[in-house]
Structures are given as structure tokens and as C-alpha cells.
């Protein structure tokens, strides 16, 4: 039987929203990925589908009603008063007020929404707007205003797609995840993100009531390591729990051009963990997440699409890729002014290979024996 044509939803909204000048989400990021895509004939007839925007009603589902209102108050007045932004973290230099704080999120919501229908009789789907994990149901947080990677997997609940697994391999625990699902029977959570970074939370042992295995990583976390994480943690956990569907959060801060994470990760290990789960399961549904240089994002994000199209990555872009990466700016971080000849002329990196430390291996060998 034939696989099911994998899909990519996107949106202009990610074009045109910004969360502010001075943001580290002023970076065009998705609308690249779909520039990208598009300039290498990615997205053959059906492919491509343009995402819907969640209603409140949809939100509502996990996120309080005074919560949405709020959030739809906050895009009509372009401000929130003292109340607001003390109950609702709305406002603040993390979680800015800009001109599409709720049909930005709401866009993203209802992609993975979406995505989560889409995937019903199989396939897999690549919806780089969502994953914003650190939203929680009556405040924002770390940049998230609305927790899709939650409301993607209550919508396959829902479904009646269930066991479910989610993974992260953002650089930051998915906080906001881990407390819809903390307890629950039929979702487990898998999350690899850098020890001593925002938000503080996934220590090894925590377990999140028997539903998560949280693996903190040291700094400098190298391809190598991240295929031993990938064959010795993810993998047998996922197939011992016999999902029905998968969810990725594939945040693009693991990498080592990131400034606001120490990961050392090319985005080969990004597309070989996608890859790999592609296989343990009927569905699979890939988010965005973190990410804050212009071009490792849209490199990283549309070589997994490339991955899960199974469309050939050439060794150097053509002219029109290539001109999308070249009018890309970014002024204020490491490498943003002389960034290398590479981040135009192509869309996977180097790899970055090194020793496996013992205290990572220590760590895997306690999660192993839980």
C-alpha cells in the first residue's frame, strides 16, 4: 500500500507578525522554511496546505476561557493593564503584546489541529509553526502564548488515536507539556533538553507521575551523543509504548549557531531523529519549537521536510534557495554580521561528531533501568 503524501502547513501570518524589534522572535522563521521549500519545487500538488486559524472554542479545550479573552483583549488594544499582564504573564518582555498576539498563536494552534485530522488514516505532516511548549493554561511563557503541542495531542486523544508519544528536542523542557500529561496512562513524553537553561524544570528524575523520561544534557552536545540518546533512550521507549501517533517537537535551538542555547548539534541529528521515528509509528506529526538565527532555523526545518518528502538535499542550493538565504538579515548575535559562505549555499551541515562523556552514558543508564 502506498504511504499517504506527506503534508506541510504553513501560513503567511509568519510572514508579516514579529514580537518586536528588539525580540528574539523578530526573525523571519517559517515563512523562510515555506520560501525555501517552495524555490526547490518541495511542494508537489497537495502538499502544501494553507493553515486554518483555531477558534476560542478550540483553544478552550485545555486553555482557560479568561485566558483566550484576554488574549484576544490584548491584540484589540495593543496593550494589557496591570491585572492582566500580573494573572496572565501578558505583556512582559518574554511574552510581548504585538499586533497579532492572538492570531498568531491561534494560527499555529489550529495547523496543528489540523495536522492531527490529516494524520487519521496515517502519514505524516510538517507543521514548523507549532511547537510552542512552555504555555500553560492561564498564562504565557518562554515566547508561547497558546500550547499547540498540548492541543495537537488532545486532538489525537480525541481522535481516538491513542497510546501517544511525544518527544522534545528543543534546548528548553517542555514544561507547559509536561503539566497537561503529568500522570497520564496513555501519553508518554520524552524530552532532551540542555541542564541549567530556562525553564529549570526536567531533572532526570523527574518522572512527571510515570508519564515522562526527562534527560538533561550538558553543555556541548555533539551528534554523537545525540544518536546515542536516539538509539539507546528514544527509540526503545517509543516502541515499547506502541504509539499510534508520534508528535516531534523539533526546535531548532539545539544547534550549534544558536545563541541562546551551549548545544553543539548540526541539524543532521534533527533529521535523523525525525526519520527515525517516522518508522515507529502509523502517524507522525512534526512541530517547529525554538530557534533564533535566521538561517540554522530555516535550514534546519526545511531539511526535515526534505527528509520527510523524501526529497534529495543537494550538496549546494540552487540560485533562487540560495537568494532566499542571502536576503536574510540579522544584526545582533554571534555571526549574524559575516555569517559563513555555507548558511546560503546549503541546507545541511557539517557533521558534528565527538566523544560520547560519561556522564551523559551515566544518565542513559538510569533512565534504562526505569
Request: glycine share 18%; proline share 6%.
Given at each position: 500500500m502506498t504511504a499517504p503524501q506527506a503534508r506541510f502547513i504553513g501560513s503567511d501570518i509568519y510572514r508579516g507578525s514579529s514580537y518586536g524589534?528588539?525580540?528574539?522572535l523578530r526573525i523571519p522563521r517559517v515563512s523562510t522554511v515555506m520560501d525555501l521549500a517552495r524555490a526547490l519545487g518541495w511542494f508537489p500538488e497537495g502538499a502544501y496546505i494553507n493553515s486554518p486559524r483555531a477558534k476560542p472554542a478550540a483553544l478552550e479545550i485545555w486553555h482557560t476561557p479568561a485566558y483566550v479573552r484576554a488574549l484576544q483583549r490584548a491584540e484589540a488594544e495593543?496593550?494589557?493593564d496591570a491585572a492582566t499582564r500580573e494573572r496572565h504573564a501578558l505583556g512582559t518582555t518574554a511574552n510581548p503584546v504585538f499586533a497579532e498576539v492572538f492570531r498568531r498563536p491561534a494560527t499555529s494552534a489550529g495547523g496543528v489541529m489540523l495536522a492531527a485530522e490529516l494524520v487519521l488514516r496515517g502519514?505524516?505532516?510538517h507543521a514548523p509553526g507549532g511547537g510552542t511548549h512552555h504555555a500553560f493554561p492561564d498564562y504565557a511563557g518562554g515566547f508561547c502564548y497558546i500550547n499547540d503541542p498540548v492541543l495537537c495531542l488532545l486532538s489525537l486523544r480525541r481522535l481516538g488515536l491513542c497510546p501517544l508519544v511525544y518527544v522534545d528536542i528543543d534546548a528548553h523542557h517542555c514544561d507547559g507539556v509536561q503539566h497537561a500529561f503529568a500522570g497520564a496512562e496513555d501519553v508518554r513524553l520524552i524530552s532532551v533538553h540542555e541542564e541549567r537553561r530556562w525553564p529549570f524544570t526536567g531533572a532526570l528524575e523527574d518522572t512527571a507521575g510515570g508519564a515522562a523520561f526527562n534527560l538533561p544534557v550538558p553543555r556541548?552536545?555533539?551528534?554523537s551523543e545525540m544518536r546515542a540518546i536516539l538509539h539507546e533512550l528514544?527509540?526503545?521507549?517509543v516502541a515499547e509504548f506502541r504509539p499510534q501517533a508520534i508528535v516531534l517537537q523539533c526546535g531548532a535551538d539545539a544547534v550549534d549557531e544558536d545563541p541562546l542555547s551551549r548545544l553543539q548539534l548540526s541539524n543532521n541529528a534533527h533529521r535523523s531523529v525525525a526519520l527515525a521515528l517516522r518508522d515507529m509509528a502509523p502517524r507522525l506529526i512534526v512541530?517547529?519549537?525554538?530557534g533564533y538565527n535566521p538561517w540554522s532555523v530555516a535550514r534546519l526545518w526545511t531539511g526535515v521536510w526534505a527528509a520527510l518528502s523524501d526529497q534529495p538535499i543537494p550538496d549546494r542550493l540552487p540560485p533562487a534557495a540560495e537568494a532566499v538565504l542571502r536576503?536574510?538579515?540579522w544584526d545582533r548575535a554571534r555571526g549574524g554580521k559575516t555569517p559563513p559562505d555555507h548558511w546560503f549555499t546549503t541546507l545541511a551541515d557539517a557533521p558534528r561528531e565527538g566523544p560520547v562523556r560519561a556522564d551523559l552514558r551515566?544518565?542513559?543508564?538510569?533512565?534504562?533501568?526505569r
Open positions: 524589534a528588539w525580540h528574539p495593543g496593550e494589557v502519514g505524516v505532516v556541548g552536545l555533539n551528534d528514544i527509540l526503545p521507549r512541530l517547529g519549537g525554538g536576503a536574510l538579515r551515566d544518565r542513559l543508564a538510569k533512565l534504562a533501568r
